[in-house]
């Protein structure tokens, strides 16, 4: 695995795996690799002839200051951990790869990216839509991995791939769970003992309204009932627990179709979140 940290350099691999008639995939991350990650790092390898994984955060997606500066930052054990795998490529920018001098370009997303998460986090979107565009194009991908537990963003980068003619496949792949039930995710890391413990109350609570709303539940009530639960967990603060629709993400009140719960709260001061899809009887 060839560690590399400019786009011209990638560029260079890249020219040779087209001219050899290679497929490539790559896997976008901000490092602090875990199962899931992998997950997704495994899927790339089992589709495409080369893998490039990606490793940069990203302070256009973060809405505070303290957030970007307390996520972690392991290089060393994020390479060792996909030393298993056929990665070709660990692309690891600089800064200003991505953000060079007098860059002045946004890319929005509008419609799938509002509410839920955009609601919580304004701007947080326009920071990934624009460092996963310049991604796809730097890599240069057929094929680009993204979890289904940030299933909004996914959304996102399908929409965007299409609207500016981005010749890549957008591959959705299942969330990996903790054995409690716990979406995998770099923040959880940052939970106390207690807090962790008090976690998974998140996807029991959509389980709860997704069986409820299955059994002929109003969405208002199901919610409800969800809402108490996390609560009762030790939840410090709910940003939003809502149904919607799969995969436009527009609001419903009522389960008439494919839909998706979707909730973020705060434990011990970390913003979990996750997903669960709900299909009518």
């Not at 001219?19 to 899931?36: C, D, K, N, Y």
């Not at 986090?121 to 537990?149: I, M, N, W, Y």
């Not at 970390?270 to 899809?277: E, F, G, K, Y």
Request: aromatic share 6%; hydrophobic share 45%.
């Amino acid at each position: 695995m060839k560690i590399l940290r400019r786009k011209a350099d990638l560029r260079a691999v890249t020219r040779s795996w087209r001219s050899a008639g290679e497929t490539i995939g790559v896997v976008p991350t901000m490092g602090a690799l875990h199962a899931g990650h992998l997950s997704l790092v495994e899927a790339a390898c089992a589709r495409a002839d080369r893998v490039i994984v990606t490793l940069f955060v990203n302070p256009r997606q973060f809405n505070s200051p303290e957030d970007l500066a307390k996520y972690p930052r392991t290089e060393e054990s994020d390479a060792e951990k996909l030393a298993p795998f056929a990665v070709d490529v660990l692309y690891i920018p600089e800064p200003e790869e991505i953000y060079p001098e007098g860059f002045a370009t946004t890319v929005s997303v509008a419609g799938v990216s509002e509410g839920l998460c955009g609601a919580a986090r304004p701007g947080h979107f326009d920071g990934v839509a624009t460092v996963v565009t310049k991604l796809l194009l730097q890599s240069d991908a057929d094929f680009a991995f993204f979890g289904e537990k940030d299933y909004q963003q996914l959304q996102v980068v399908r929409r965007l791939a299409v609207d500016l003619d981005i010749p890549v496949e957008i591959v959705g792949c299942p969330t990996v769970r903790e054995e409690d039930g716990l979406a995998m995710s770099s923040r959880n890391q940052r939970l106390g003992p207690k807090g962790r413990a008090a976690a998974p109350a998140m996807r029991a609570a959509l389980e709860e309204a997704a069986h409820a709303l299955v059994g002929g539940a109003s969405a208002e009530g199901a919610l409800d009932i969800a809402r108490q639960a996390l609560t009762a967990a030790g939840y410090e603060q709910i940003d939003y627990l809502e149904l919607r629709a799969d995969p436009g993400l527009l609001p419903v009140s009522t389960l008439d179709g494919p839909a998706r719960l979707f909730a973020a709260a705060w434990m011990d001061g970390v913003r979990l979140i996750d997903n669960l899809p709900v299909a009518a009887a």
